[in-house]
T-cell receptor, first 118, second 115 residues
Framework: DTGVSQDPRHKITKRGQNVTFRCDPI?????LYWYRQTLGQGPEFLTY????????KSRLLSDRFSAERPKGSFSTLEIQRTEQGDSAMYLC????????????????FGEGSRLTVL | AQSVAQPEDQVNVAEGNPLTVKCTYS??????LFWYVQYPNRGLQFLLK??????LVKGSYGFEAEFNKSQTSFHLKKPSALVSDSALYFC?????????????FGDGTTLTVKP
């Protein structure tokens, strides 16, 4: 296992189309996070899962965004009816269980999926 | 609400000189603090973290960070900079509540080390 993988790495779409991103975390990492990053800004939290349960979702996340982690392994992030403001890098990260991390879990990031909405 | 400020967009140092990248934070209760580095076209990589205890934390690639509770700061330092340290650095904070998953990041500081 070489790390967190994300697919696709780049996506160009027209406004109004739906897009889906996939994230495969490091195996045995029970937490999975989605962040969004735009140029000149730090990663902005979107949501996270512990196993298959979505435990927190940013209030900034519109209803057009939905994330799933159906079997507690990979996750998908879907954006419906994309808008130009959705153009960003979508980052996925995972972290190991608390019992292994001593209560503190650093994040292991993938290389991101870049979305361009025309 | 938790927040992180990185007051410098850009830090320039000469190779061999010491470097400091500044970070201040705001969080309810005690913080967990992190530094991450992002090289061009690469994902963010963990550098070091502060949990509790010793205020000076040592991490990867010779970096260290000093936690200062009274100043709510967690500045990243290295005694002797290398050209290969040139990258984008992010500070992040998370509260001690282990059920809280959200880490909040600063907007990053671009470090340029010149030969």
């Amino acid at each position: 296992d070489t790390g967190v993988s994300q697919d696709p790495r780049h996506k160009i779409t027209k406004r109004g189309q739906n897009v889906t991103f996939r994230c495969d975390p490091i195996s045995e990492h029970n937490r999975l996070y989605w962040y969004r990053q735009t140029l000149g800004q730090g990663p902005e939290f979107l949501t996270y899962f512990q196993n298959e349960a979505q435990l927190e979702k940013s209030r900034l996340l519109s209803d057009r965004f939905s994330a799933e982690r159906p079997k507690g392994s990979f996750s998908t992030l879907e954006i419906q009816r994309t808008e130009q403001g959705d153009s960003a890098m979508y980052l996925c990260a995972s972290s190991e269980p608390t019992r292994l991390a001593g209560g503190l879990r650093e994040l292991f990031f993938g290389e991101g999926s870049r979305l361009t909405v025309l | 609400a938790q927040s992180v400020a990185q007051p410098e967009d850009q830090v320039n140092v000469a190779e061999g000189n010491p470097l400091t990248v500044k970070c201040t934070y705001s969080v309810s209760g005690n913080p967990y603090l992190f530094w991450y580095v992002q090289y061009p076209n690469r994902g963010l990589q963990f550098l070091l973290k502060y949990i509790t205890g010793d205020n000076l934390v040592k991490g990867s690639y010779g970096f260290e960070a000093e936690f200062n509770k009274s100043q709510t700061s967690f500045h990243l330092k290295k005694p002797s900079a290398l050209v290969s340290d040139s990258a984008l650095y992010f500070c992040a904070v998370r509260p001690h509540n282990t059920n809280a998953g959200k880490s909040t990041f600063g907007d990053g500081t671009t470090l340029t080390v010149k030969p």
